[in-house]
Protein backbone atom coordinates (compact mmCIF):
# COMPACT_ATOMS: atom_id res chain seq x y z
CA UNK A 1 0.00 0.00 0.00
CA UNK A 2 1.29 3.14 -0.85
CA UNK A 3 0.98 5.51 2.09
CA UNK A 4 1.78 8.82 1.01
CA UNK A 5 -1.22 8.34 -1.74
CA UNK A 6 -3.44 7.07 0.65
CA UNK A 7 -2.46 10.44 2.87
CA UNK A 8 -3.05 13.08 -0.12
CA UNK A 9 -6.61 11.23 -0.20
CA UNK A 10 -7.25 11.49 3.02
CA UNK A 11 -6.47 15.04 3.19
CA UNK A 12 -8.64 15.88 -0.15
CA UNK A 13 -11.31 13.95 1.02
CA UNK A 14 -11.20 15.63 4.29
CA UNK A 15 -10.86 19.14 2.48
CA UNK A 16 -13.96 17.85 0.44
CA UNK A 17 -16.70 18.09 3.26
CA UNK A 18 -15.71 20.77 4.81
CA UNK A 19 -13.12 19.93 7.97
CA UNK A 20 -10.35 20.77 9.59
CA UNK A 21 -7.75 17.92 10.91
CA UNK A 22 -8.85 19.33 14.34
CA UNK A 23 -12.69 18.66 13.59
CA UNK A 24 -12.03 15.25 11.62
CA UNK A 25 -9.60 14.11 14.93
CA UNK A 26 -12.78 15.34 17.51
CA UNK A 27 -14.94 13.10 15.66
CA UNK A 28 -13.09 10.42 15.98
CA UNK A 29 -12.16 11.30 19.16
CA UNK A 30 -8.17 10.88 18.61
CA UNK A 31 -5.54 13.98 18.43
CA UNK A 32 -5.16 15.98 15.12
CA UNK A 33 -1.33 15.17 15.01
CA UNK A 34 -2.62 11.60 14.20
CA UNK A 35 -4.48 13.18 11.39
CA UNK A 36 -1.71 15.19 10.25
CA UNK A 37 0.52 11.79 10.39
CA UNK A 38 -2.17 9.97 8.16
CA UNK A 39 -2.40 13.32 5.71
CA UNK A 40 1.90 13.14 5.17
CA UNK A 41 1.99 9.58 4.99
CA UNK A 42 3.78 8.54 7.89
CA UNK A 43 1.21 6.27 9.33
CA UNK A 44 -2.28 4.56 8.41
CA UNK A 45 -5.53 4.98 9.98
CA UNK A 46 -5.54 2.19 12.92
CA UNK A 47 -8.22 -0.38 11.70
CA UNK A 48 -10.44 -0.16 14.86
CA UNK A 49 -11.48 3.63 13.43
CA UNK A 50 -10.79 2.66 9.76
CA UNK A 51 -15.05 2.31 9.60
CA UNK A 52 -16.05 5.28 11.14
CA UNK A 53 -12.73 7.46 9.68
CA UNK A 54 -14.60 6.23 5.73
CA UNK A 55 -18.14 6.85 7.16
CA UNK A 56 -17.17 10.62 8.13
CA UNK A 57 -15.31 11.06 4.31
CA UNK A 58 -18.21 9.43 2.45
CA UNK A 59 -15.89 6.53 1.31
CA UNK A 60 -15.36 2.83 1.68
CA UNK A 61 -12.28 1.04 3.21
CA UNK A 62 -11.67 -0.27 -0.39
CA UNK A 63 -11.39 3.47 -1.78
CA UNK A 64 -9.46 4.13 1.56
CA UNK A 65 -6.85 1.44 1.23
CA UNK A 66 -5.99 2.10 -2.45
CA UNK A 67 -5.66 6.15 -2.45
CA UNK A 68 -8.44 6.92 -4.48
CA UNK A 69 -11.93 6.21 -5.74
CA UNK A 70 -12.61 2.35 -7.13
CA UNK A 71 -15.55 2.54 -9.48
CA UNK A 72 -14.39 0.52 -12.47
CA UNK A 73 -12.72 -3.30 -12.30
CA UNK A 74 -13.61 -2.94 -8.36
CA UNK A 75 -13.66 -6.95 -7.86
CA UNK A 76 -10.07 -6.90 -9.26
CA UNK A 77 -8.78 -3.98 -7.51
CA UNK A 78 -10.07 -5.60 -4.11
CA UNK A 79 -8.25 -8.87 -5.06
CA UNK A 80 -5.38 -7.17 -5.67
CA UNK A 81 -5.31 -5.15 -2.46
CA UNK A 82 -5.97 -8.24 -0.65
CA UNK A 83 -3.16 -10.07 -2.10
CA UNK A 84 -0.81 -7.37 -1.60
CA UNK A 85 -2.19 -7.14 2.26
CA UNK A 86 -1.47 -11.09 2.69
CA UNK A 87 1.75 -10.69 1.15
CA UNK A 88 3.08 -7.86 3.25
CA UNK A 89 1.63 -9.73 6.27
CA UNK A 90 3.80 -12.88 5.58
CA UNK A 91 6.76 -11.26 5.20
CA UNK A 92 5.99 -9.77 8.79
CA UNK A 93 5.68 -12.88 10.31
CA UNK A 94 8.78 -14.32 8.78
CA UNK A 95 10.75 -11.42 10.02
CA UNK A 96 9.41 -12.02 13.41
CA UNK A 97 10.07 -15.77 12.93
CA UNK A 98 13.92 -14.93 12.59
CA UNK A 99 13.49 -12.35 15.12
CA UNK A 100 12.11 -15.11 17.55
CA UNK A 101 15.19 -16.89 16.87
CA UNK A 102 17.84 -14.44 17.35
CA UNK A 103 15.53 -13.67 21.44
CA UNK A 104 16.01 -17.59 22.22
CA UNK A 105 19.56 -17.56 21.49
CA UNK A 106 20.44 -14.58 23.40
CA UNK A 107 18.16 -15.60 26.18
CA UNK A 108 20.25 -18.94 26.01
CA UNK A 109 23.51 -16.77 26.46
CA UNK A 110 22.72 -14.56 28.44
CA UNK A 111 21.32 -17.67 31.06
CA UNK A 112 24.44 -19.77 29.89
CA UNK A 113 26.85 -16.60 30.98
CA UNK A 114 25.08 -15.89 34.13
CA UNK A 115 25.06 -19.21 35.46
CA UNK A 116 29.10 -19.56 34.46
CA UNK A 117 30.08 -16.57 35.81
CA UNK A 118 28.79 -17.30 39.39
CA UNK A 119 30.20 -20.91 39.12
CA UNK A 120 33.58 -20.34 37.92
CA UNK A 121 34.35 -16.51 39.42
CA UNK A 122 35.22 -16.09 42.92
CA UNK A 123 32.73 -14.03 44.96
CA UNK A 124 30.06 -13.81 47.75
CA UNK A 125 27.70 -16.41 48.02
CA UNK A 126 24.94 -14.22 47.87
CA UNK A 127 26.38 -12.03 44.68
CA UNK A 128 26.40 -15.54 42.94
CA UNK A 129 22.82 -16.27 44.11
CA UNK A 130 21.72 -12.86 42.57
CA UNK A 131 23.90 -13.30 39.85
CA UNK A 132 21.66 -17.13 39.12
CA UNK A 133 18.54 -15.32 39.35
CA UNK A 134 18.97 -11.88 37.40
CA UNK A 135 20.34 -14.39 34.77
CA UNK A 136 17.37 -16.58 34.97
CA UNK A 137 14.90 -13.78 34.94
CA UNK A 138 16.25 -11.77 32.01
CA UNK A 139 16.16 -15.28 30.10
CA UNK A 140 12.87 -16.18 31.25
CA UNK A 141 11.37 -12.51 29.89
CA UNK A 142 12.93 -13.49 26.71
CA UNK A 143 11.52 -16.65 26.10
CA UNK A 144 8.31 -15.34 26.98
CA UNK A 145 8.77 -12.78 24.30
CA UNK A 146 9.96 -15.54 21.85
CA UNK A 147 7.25 -17.73 22.60
CA UNK A 148 4.30 -14.59 22.35
CA UNK A 149 5.93 -14.08 18.93
CA UNK A 150 5.62 -17.44 17.82
CA UNK A 151 1.97 -17.63 18.68
CA UNK A 152 0.51 -14.57 17.17
CA UNK A 153 3.35 -14.85 13.91
CA UNK A 154 1.97 -17.04 10.66
CA UNK A 155 -0.75 -19.70 11.73
CA UNK A 156 -0.51 -23.76 13.11
CA UNK A 157 -1.82 -26.42 10.95
CA UNK A 158 -3.76 -29.30 11.90
CA UNK A 159 -2.08 -32.86 11.08
CA UNK A 160 -5.99 -34.42 10.62
CA UNK A 161 -8.25 -31.64 9.03
CA UNK A 162 -5.35 -29.03 8.57
CA UNK A 163 -7.28 -26.00 9.16
CA UNK A 164 -4.75 -23.13 10.13
CA UNK A 165 -5.30 -20.70 13.08
CA UNK A 166 -4.20 -19.15 15.51
CA UNK A 167 -3.60 -20.71 19.02
CA UNK A 168 -3.97 -18.94 22.67
CA UNK A 169 -0.78 -18.09 24.29
CA UNK A 170 -1.70 -20.92 27.11
CA UNK A 171 -2.28 -23.45 23.94
CA UNK A 172 1.60 -22.59 22.98
CA UNK A 173 3.42 -22.73 26.13
CA UNK A 174 1.57 -25.78 27.18
CA UNK A 175 1.94 -28.12 24.23
CA UNK A 176 4.79 -30.22 23.73
CA UNK A 177 6.95 -29.71 21.09
CA UNK A 178 9.79 -30.30 18.35
CA UNK A 179 11.09 -27.08 17.28
CA UNK A 180 8.53 -24.86 16.14
CA UNK A 181 5.96 -28.06 15.70
CA UNK A 182 3.18 -28.27 18.71
CA UNK A 183 1.34 -31.33 19.58
CA UNK A 184 -2.29 -29.75 20.76
CA UNK A 185 -6.21 -29.63 19.63
CA UNK A 186 -7.48 -28.29 16.26
CA UNK A 187 -10.47 -25.97 17.15
CA UNK A 188 -12.14 -27.08 13.93
CA UNK A 189 -12.15 -30.87 14.55
CA UNK A 190 -11.25 -31.27 18.32
CA UNK A 191 -8.74 -33.57 17.94
CA UNK A 192 -5.24 -33.60 18.98
CA UNK A 193 -2.12 -34.23 16.23
CA UNK A 194 1.33 -32.62 16.00
CA UNK A 195 0.83 -29.42 14.22
CA UNK A 196 3.46 -27.42 12.55
CA UNK A 197 4.22 -23.59 12.01
CA UNK A 198 3.38 -22.31 8.77
CA UNK A 199 3.26 -18.47 7.53
CA UNK A 200 0.42 -18.48 4.72
CA UNK A 201 -3.33 -18.86 5.76
CA UNK A 202 -4.33 -21.03 3.06
CA UNK A 203 -2.98 -23.98 1.38
CA UNK A 204 -0.29 -22.69 -1.63
Not at 18 to 46: C, F, H, N, Y
Not at 85 to 101: A, G, H, P, W, Y
Not at 107 to 127: D, E, H, Q, R
Request: aromatic share 8%; hydrophobic share 45%.
Amino acid sequence: MDQIKIGHFIAQKRKEIGLTQMQLAEKLDITDRAVSKWETGRSLPDSSIMLDLCSILKINVNDLLNGEVIMENYNEKTEQLLLEMTKQKEDSDKRLLFFEIIIGIFSVIILLGGISVAAFLSMAVWLRVCIIILSFIVAMIGFVFALRIEQTAGYYECGNCHHRYVPTFSQVVMAMHINRTRYMKCPKCGKKSWQKKVISLHND
